[in-house]
Structure formats: C-alpha cells, structure tokens
C-alpha cells in the first residue's frame, strides 16, 4: 500500500534516525541532548513507539538542529484535496509584499462588500476546507490592502483579520514562514483599528508560530501572557473577550509545552468565556467564535494529551458536549486529541473511531494534520490483523501513511 508520496520515510521516528545520522551523532549523544533515554530513541526510530507529544518533537527538531517541518514531512502539500491552496500561496505571498500594489484590473470592493468577503474567508477556514479557501486569500489580501488608502479605522480592521485569518491558513497547511511574514502585517494593521480584538488576535497568532519553533518556547508563552495580561483589564465587546481568552488559552499551552502549569491561564479563559453572554457585540471584524466553555476544556483536554496524561484527557471529554463546539475544525481537533488518548491507553479501536468521526468534521484538515499521521502509523504497526485490512489501513491511505 503505497499513500500520496514516493517518500520512503513514513513517520517521523525514520527522520530522526535519518538526520541523526547525517548529522553524525549517536542514539546517545540525541538523548542526552533531548532528554529521553537511549531506549526511547531507538523505540521512535524502528517504530514501536510513535512521537505523539508536541514537547518531545520540539526537542528532538531542537537536538537534532532541525525545524518541525523537517521531522514531520510535508505529505499535505502534495494531497490533491488540498492542492488549489498550495498553488495559491505563490500568490499570497506576492500580495503579502507588495502590500497589494500589483497589476490587477478587478473592480475594487467596497468596505462592506470586503467584510462580507473576510467573514466567507473565516468560516471556510474554521471549516478546514482549504481547498475554496486558498484561491480566495490573494484577492482578499489585495482588496484590503487597497482599501486602507481612505486611512479609516474600519479598513485597517478589516486588513488586520483579513491577515490574521490568511496566517493561519498558512500556518495550518505548514507554511510558517510567510505565516509569520502575515501576522506581522495583521499586528501592523491592528495599531491603527479602533478595537483591542486585532491586537490580541495578532499575538495569539505569533505566539502559536513560535511554540512550532525549536528554542522559541519562552516567546511564545511570553507574547501570548504578555497581550492577555495586559488586555483582559479593557476587554469589553464579544470579539475582544473572545480574542483575549484565545490568547489566555494558548498561554497555557506553551506553559504545557514548556513543562509548567497551565491551570492558572485556563482557570483565567474559562472566566472570560463567563462573560460572553452579557458582552455587546462591538464594532469590530475580528472575532473568534470559536472561544467559550466548550473550547476551554477542549484546550484542557488538549493540554492533559500533551502532559500524557490519557485518564485525565478522557475524563475531560466525558464531560465535553462535541455539539457544543463548532462544526469543523474544533469539532474536528476534539475526535482527534479523544484518538490520541485512547491510543496512548492502547485502545485501538477506540482510538480508529475517534479519528474517523473527526476526519468526518474536517477531512482536509485532519488528512493534513502530521500528529494523526504519526498516530495511524503508529497503530498499524501494532494493530491485530482486522484493523489493519479494514478501517485502519483505509485510513492510513487516506492520510498518506506509506506502508
């Protein structure tokens, strides 16, 4: 069974031991500098034990000199379910750095008609179909870009989340470079919007990019502490309450990652998601509708996965309603983080049928997605023969695990 590349390397244990070896360095000399035992890292490279932790891949890229992308391939890009946003990021990064001053003979939109536009954008993206969402971005960018001539605050918010959400595009679909290149220009942009939501938006961004970084840790838990701290005071509308305890929630994230304790941001997001309900809807595009109760226990349950800590993950989950989390790439991340908790308990089956109904939310995204491709790999090779036949091995296909 092959999948969707003629790479010999199928999970990210063979990469290690690749660039190890190019590297020159032992199984021992890795360890020491990524702070495992030598037995772990022979376990990661033959494949018995699948990398299933966002610190220890941050370790090993940082021991071995190498970036996230490096030891998690870059299969998505190839998928054809994917592929028109691929072959739209030549384009985006052009408008990126014109700052939309390109040939282009199109009518320009009005500000409503770009706001209309910037919200079609954000639901494809919280839908995880990027395939109708890339072909959209360069336009976008550049109607945006344009519309700040006239210097109001409302089409620099508009740019602000018009970049942010073509960031985090970019930054899903691996392309963290001129991720970076976009949140810069939406933190640029949110200095002059009349509204605290862009500048957390922006932060929150930056510091995700940054966890993905080996050695960036400190910054990326520094930003998004620093913007929540500094912004839950004045918080008022909808969209700065829901910006501001995204920044809350992944702080706590790279306080996981970085091995300390989260409780305290997350205790300090579910408090902001309190009061949603009473907040008025403010004048501003930026939003996450995404942040409420239920996406707080579900960044609770994403950092007890990360802790390894199964029993606690679960536990989470048995009191978190997926209904109430939005359709897409949320609804999505629940079955997939309920996948990795069951595999780590060894329940395989339980594991299948987790990822399947989020492939079901979000099949672009989880199909991209380099942890459920390590994880599927992981569990056929070491799945009894009806998984490996049956669902398992459909699915690996479909995720491009090479077997």
């Known amino acids: 069974m092959r999948g969707m590349t003629d790479e010999p390397d199928t999970f990210i244990g063979q990469r290690v031991r690749q660039i190890r070896a190019r590297r020159g360095i032992s199984q021992q ?17 033959t494949g018995l034990r699948p990398v299933d932790s ?5 370790a090993l890229a940082g021991a071995l000199g190498c970036t996230l992308g490096d030891l998690t391939g870059g299969e998505d890009r190839i998928d054809p379910a994917t592929s028109a946003f691929h072959r ?13 001053s390109i040939t282009d003979t199109r009518p320009p939109r009005s500000l409503d008609e ?13 839908a995880g179909d990027y395939a109708a969402l890339g072909p959209l971005l360069p336009d976008l960018l550049t109607d945006a870009y344009r519309l700040t001539d006239d ?19 970019l930054r899903q679909r691996g392309h963290d470079a001129l991720a970076w290149t976009a949140v810069q220009e939406s933190e640029r942009a949110a200095e ?16 995700q990019i940054l966890a993905a970084r080996p050695g960036a840790l400190t910054a990326a838990l520094s930003t998004a502490t620093g913007v929540a701290d500094r912004l839950t005071t004045d918080a008022r509308t909808r969209g700065e309450l829901e910006t501001v305890g995204m920044a809350r929630l992944q702080a706590g994230f790279a306080e996981t990652l970085a091995g300390g304790d989260a409780a305290p941001h997350i205790a300090e997001a579910a408090e902001l998601a309190e009061r ?39 536990r989470i989950a048995e009191t978190l309603d997926p209904t109430a989390l939005p359709n897409g790439v949320r609804h999505a ?24 109904r989020g492939e079901h939310a979000a099949p672009q995204h989880v199909r991209g997605m380099a942890p459920v491709r390590e994880l599927v790999g992981g569990m056929l090779r070491q799945a009894q023969r009806g998984l490996t036949t049956g669902e398992l091995g459909r699915l690996a296909q479909r995720v491009g695990v090479v077997v």
């Open 29 to 45: 000399v890795l360890a020491d500098r990524a702070g495992v035992s030598r037995s772990v890292v022979a376990k990661y490279e």
């Open 276 to 314: 949603l309900a009473e907040a008025p809807a403010g004048h501003s595009s930026a939003r996450n509708r995404t942040f409420g109760r239920a996406n707080v226990a579900l960044w609770q349950m994403s950092s007890a996965v990360e802790r390894r800590e199964p029993s606690e993950a679960l």
């Open 333 to 356: 991340q629940f079955f997939v983080e309920l996948g990795r908790a069951h595999a780590m308990k060894r329940d395989h089956r339980a594991a299948l049928h987790a990822l399947l």
């Open 114 to 126: 770009l706001a209309e536009a910037v919200e079609l954008a954000s639901r494809l993206r919280h």
């Open 192 to 207: 002059r919007a009349d509204s605290l939501a862009p500048v957390a938006a922006a932060q929150f961004l930056k510091s």
């Open 151 to 169: 210097g109001s605050a409302q089409s620099w918010d508009l740019l602000a989340t018009a970049a942010y959400g073509v960031s985090s595009a």
């Open 88 to 100: 739209s990021v030549a384009d985006i990064e052009t408008a990126l750095w014109t700052q939309g």
């Open 54 to 58: 966002r610190r220890t891949l941050l």
